[in-house]
């Protein structure tokens, strides 16, 4: 069993931003960002490959969040930068993946238990 832990959540005024980190107590593959807010379903953010090396985002976050990871060992991060009212979610961390079904929240193997983010005006 592997398990996935998230950290860096908190509140930020519009326009900031936020990095969040996730460590895995193993080795993993692909892994992802999702996050969910409220009333609404958990939605795809991001994903990296096992090295690092390959990235993918929802289009709407393109330009705004980046995502980075330095090997299967090594934490992963996201780092959102003009965070706005609409980005206040819980951020989860995923992990476990065949790539070409990375935006499949039901595809992945581990999840971690989440850190709320918070933007306010």
């Known amino acids: 069993q592997v398990q996935l832990t998230e950290s860096g959540g908190g509140s930020v005024q519009v326009g900031g931003s936020l990095r969040l980190s996730c460590t895995a107590s193993?080795?993993?593959?692909?892994m992802a960002w999702f996050r969910q807010a409220p009333g609404k379903e958990r939605e795809f953010v991001a994903a990296?490959?096992?090295?690092?090396?390959?990235?993918d985002f929802a289009d709407s976050l393109k330009g705004r969040f980046t995502i980075s990871r330095d090997g299967s060992l090594k934490p992963m991060y996201l780092l959102m930068n003009t965070l706005k009212p609409e980005d206040t979610a819980i951020y989860y961390c995923?992990?476990?993946?065949?790539?070409?079904?990375?935006?499949?929240?039901?595809?992945?193997?581990?999840w971690g238990q989440g850190t709320q983010v918070t933007v306010s005006s």
């Open positions: 995923a992990a476990n993946v065949n790539w070409d079904q990375r935006r499949i929240a039901a595809q992945y193997t581990f």
């Open positions: 990296v490959d096992w090295r690092g090396r390959v990235s």
């Open positions: 193993k080795t993993v593959g692909a």
